[in-house]
């Protein structure tokens, strides 16, 4: 269980990665290349389509997952059938994109780009399917395969466009075509495995229409409550806020990225230890929230030290550097995301998805009230500080759910040791910012001192070095 946990959560990895990368570099190069406004216009109409994908699809990606993680013989019914209502949801979802956009006060050549980035709707929910299949096979690997060589591709590919005078317009087009690719590839890969079931069961699709509703309400509200500060900041501030706030969030994608792939890859195996008992599900949620601690407690720490000359060298524009304490500030939420992120997969593990919904709902309408006040007034610094609190208030209502139906969140057992490496981490860069003048050289340094850090703590942990040598000649 071990290596395939170890094995599924590296290959999501590897994609989230690789996304975060080229979304990361696309984000930068179009800082420099364009400019914030253009930067934000991208980030706007990518907000637009994550939106309306998220409410389409991704309510029954989790639901195809653990429903397929305990009855894979029924791949072949949820390949036709669940298709057909990807298909049905996604053109519903890019009406209603080009209704919100067509009634906001937008330039037309933003409300344009907008159209055109909803159109990946399509291509990305349909693949769900596949992806879903992969899942719930344990065959994450599969989903690498499929996406990471044209996420790499499809890079230079945009750079090139921009560079060649077609702007927004053009990346929005490469993305849409970039996510066809992958949504034939995948399926060639599935139809090798999976022989499908050419009828539309209508007792499947009634029986997923009602199973689906609180998943997609929680995906649904909690991509909303995500992406509310960039809707607010577009209507309130305008394209360039807009791009400075971006470039912020881009930061934090690692992050991000990195918490995504370990509860994704750990999620069959919580779904699967529902029926062994509240220890083994305790001892999933403990190791990924202290995994993501380690790195998160460290980042942020990072972020406040040098949070200014990171903006300087990724996008080369001072206007980006002056974000430097809105980053600081938005940084301390991964603290809390390092806890969300498992408990929330973990109840819905459990059917207990209700109190998901339930946390969006409320996090979101503090988050509209609070963003529209908090922008209104004090624009950027204004939505990284609404950002923090929700966070933290979400933080609260996973806690309460699993300790009031679950089990109690050790906090100390959790956190002990990665404090320990964040100690030792402040001293590293209290030291660096006063002997190394140079950004590269600061981030290799604290990069390869931090790596080592966690080695000799994982070394210790284990016995030691005679110990971790006395188990490998054993085996």
Partial sequence: ??????????????????????????????????????????????????????????????????????????????????????????????????LVIYLLPYQDDTTLVCYVMGLTIFPFSLSNISESIFQAKEKMYLITATTVPIYILRL????????????????????????????????????????????????????????????????????????????????????????????????????????????????????KAVDLGFQRQQQLAEISIEMLLMVSLPLVTALIFFGRELLNLVYHRPDFGNAAVPLAIVSLGLIASSFIRPLSHLLVANRLERINMREVIVTTTLMGITGILLISQFQLMGAAVCVLLMRFISLGQYVYGVSFNLFSVRFWKILKRPLLITIQMTLVFWILENYVQEILRITIISTVIYFLLVGALAMFQAGGVRTIYAKLLHK
Avoid: H
């Fill in 156 to 271: 230079p590919l945009m750079i090139w466009a921009m560079q060649a005078g077609y702007g927004v317009m053009g990346l929005s087009l490469v993305i849409f075509l970039s996510e066809i690719l992958i949504l034939l590839f995948q399926w060639g890969l599935m139809l090798r495995s999976v022989i499908p079931c050419w009828r539309v069961d209508q007792a499947f699709i009634r029986q997923s229409v009602q199973s689906v509703r609180t998943f997609v309400a929680i995906e649904g509200v909690s991509v909303i409550n995500a992406r509310m500060q960039i809707l607010i900041l577009s209507v309130l501030g305008g394209e360039v806020i807009v791009g400075l706030y971006g470039a912020i969030m881009q930061l934090m994608q690692p992050f991000d990225i990195l918490s995504t792939s370990l509860t994704v890859g750990v999620f069959p195996s919580m779904s």
């Fill in 1 to 98: 269980m071990g290596k395939r946990l170890l094995g599924n959560s590296l290959s999501i990895f590897a994609t989230r990665l690789t996304q975060s990368i080229t979304t990361f570099a696309l984000s930068a190069f179009i800082a420099r290349v364009l400019g914030a406004y253009e930067l934000g216009q991208y980030l706007l109409a990518f907000g637009y389509y994550f939106i309306f994908m998220s409410l389409a699809s991704q309510g029954f990606k989790v639901l195809f997952t653990r429903e397929l993680s305990r009855n894979p013989e029924k791949a072949p019914t949820y390949l036709v059938s669940g298709t057909l209502l990807q298909l049905l949801f996604s053109t519903i979802a890019y009406a209603v994109l080009v």
